[in-house]
């Protein structure tokens, strides 16, 4: 395998080549010609195109450069004689160099003739307006194992969100059966949802410390650690306060797993918002094959309880391969692996939680994440009592929440084109008027049917907003700070997931269940302000 070349292109101020070089380490590639293109507006709408090669203008050894002229010789990059290189320079003009691998046809290669050419490389010429760019050309196996190490990065941090999910669309079936066991009323079975978002505040404050520490890979494995705990603490059905402890630890470590997650794919550079879309869709997959396991338990007096037992054996699976794949180490460490940078203001950045803070725009972001993660756990978890109670469904209810997170993941995926298409910011308002639209028809028409068909329709519209919101604040945050707030937008949206599921039971306790479709109503509203009080897209320094 060769080692990667490190080419320098250099244009002149009248946009003609003036020097090219290359080197290896192996003496394996050698430049013999430069070709350029220059493009000029005629002033009648159309442009001129004027095409100058040249190989004399380098010192090539002659047997390369009539290699280089001679009739019928072509540089293919696909046949692995020559690899193509656009520079453009500050003239406007478009330069298109030809790097030849010397094999074959064409001999040795000539180590002498590209010390030569690197001699005249160096900065020196007067009157010259130099742009330099240095571009590692990589071997294509070292490229394939880069993208193969990405694909499992990818897919185990798919995995951890899956097992989020998981957790997330269990709430909604075991509701009435956690009430019925413990004999208690809304108010108090809303107090695991105070745990759990004391656990998720507490994460996303802390997140950015504990990765600073840690690392990455170690917070990511812990997180999932602990959370094998918290379901065996759950499994027996112990006294309810034991059970909001659970949900504490429960709370905490999502937040921190799904900060780590999020933060990562979205300080990609390649391909991260399609990235995002799928790995929120992997959440909602798991939100969709829970409530289908936990409505089953749930019909069992005696064995509901064992439901979390399948929970804390997924998340065994999922600690294992956050392990095996990760293996503790820092973002930047498993971001070079698979040939992925870090901006150097992100390297050296120093005090990043007080610069995260004092961003007003972090604020406006988590407040809105905060609602959304809220209405969309809210939607599926009280949805089910409300079918119950109101549209006097059966046991079978508990599967309305599969529609809604079945929509939720459709959504993140399927949805990806139109979003593209109408544009991310603008489409946010079409789907939050969408969604009010859909939530009164719940709220006034008493139908099973409908209801259900209109809770799987906004499951399927709530879907692609947060990657939206995840990619939209890579648009108006610094580079180096995205990681972080990322991270802290994602533990916020998760505090959202416990507090409004608890202001809807307070609600339902003093008013009733009927109280859900408008409250959910007045919080799309609430979303719709915000969205439009937060930035537009601008330039963010890298």
Known sequence: MSSPVVMNLMESSSGAPEQLAAESAQGSLAIVGHQTIHQANNGDGTRSTLTSSSASSLNVPPRYRSELLRPGFTADPAQGNAIELSVIGTSGAIGSSTAVRMGGGLGDADPEAASNILSQTGPGRANRTELEQNIAVEDPAVANAQKRKSLLHFAALCGCLFVNGWNDGTAGPMLPRIQEHYHIGFAIVSLIFVSNAAGYLSGALVNLYLTDKFGFGKVLYMGSLCQIGAYAMLAPAGPYPLMCIAFFIIGFTLAIQAAQATGYVA???????????????????????????????????????????ISAGLYVVNTAVLWTVFRGRRQEEIMKEEGETTSDAEAVSSNKFKQMISNKDVHFLSFWALIYVGIEVTMGGWSVTYILEQRNGSSNSGYISSGFFGGLMLGRVLLLWLNKKIGERRVVFIYCLLVIGLEVTVWRIPSLIENAIAVSLVGLLLGPMFPILINHSTTILPRWLLTACAGYIAAAGQAGSAVLPFITGLLASKFGITTLPPFIVSMMSTLVVLWAVIPRARYVPT
């Open 267 to 309: 300080s990609l550079k390649k391909n991260s918002n399609a990235k995002m879309g799928i790995l929120h869709g992997s959440y909602g997959l798991g939100a969709l094959l829970s409530p289908l396991v936990a409505t089953e338990f749930s019909k069992s007096a005696k064995f509901w309880s064992f439901h979390f037992i």
